[in-house]
Nanobody, 122 residues
Framework: QVQLVESGGGLVQAGASLRLSCIAS????????MGWFRQAPGKEREFVAA????????YYADSVKGRFTISRDNAMNTVYLQMNSLKPEDTAVYYC???????????????WGPGTQVTVSS
């Protein structure tokens, strides 16, 4: 099991940028595919982006493609989500997750962080 902690959330205006970080402990991050998900009030948790253990494969939700970038630094045991051109509809709690294989489904991931709040005002 790997422990995950997200940071970097906050309150920003539409059009601004934020970079979320997810730091892992307990096991080396290079063993895992990593994903970012988000959950808005009253909605189900939804896929945002994912990256393979090597960083060679990435997936994005259509709603964030071209605006968000997922990356990882295995030496630092950290995964990032760079979010540009933020919109009010991006408002949610953002979670990072670790799994054995890169994928878009919540069920593909075994370990989750507690989440970080991102609020985008119009």
């Amino acid at each position: 099991q790997v422990q995950l902690v997200e940071s970097g959330g906050g309150l920003v205006q539409a059009g601004a940028s934020l970079r979320l970080s997810c730091i892992a402990s307990g096991r080396t991050l290079s063993m895992y595919a990593m994903g970012w998900f988000r959950q808005a009030p009253g909605k189900e948790r939804e896929f945002v982006a994912a990256i393979s253990w090597s960083g060679g494969v990435t997936y994005y939700a259509d709603s964030v493609k071209g605006r968000f970038t997922i990356s990882r630094d295995n030496a630092m045991n950290t995964v990032y989500l760079q979010m540009n051109s933020l919109k009010p509809e991006d408002t949610a709690v953002y979670y990072c997750a670790a799994g054995r294989a890169v994928g878009r489904a919540v069920g593909s991931y075994d370990d989750w962080g507690p989440g970080t709040q991102v609020t985008v005002s119009s």
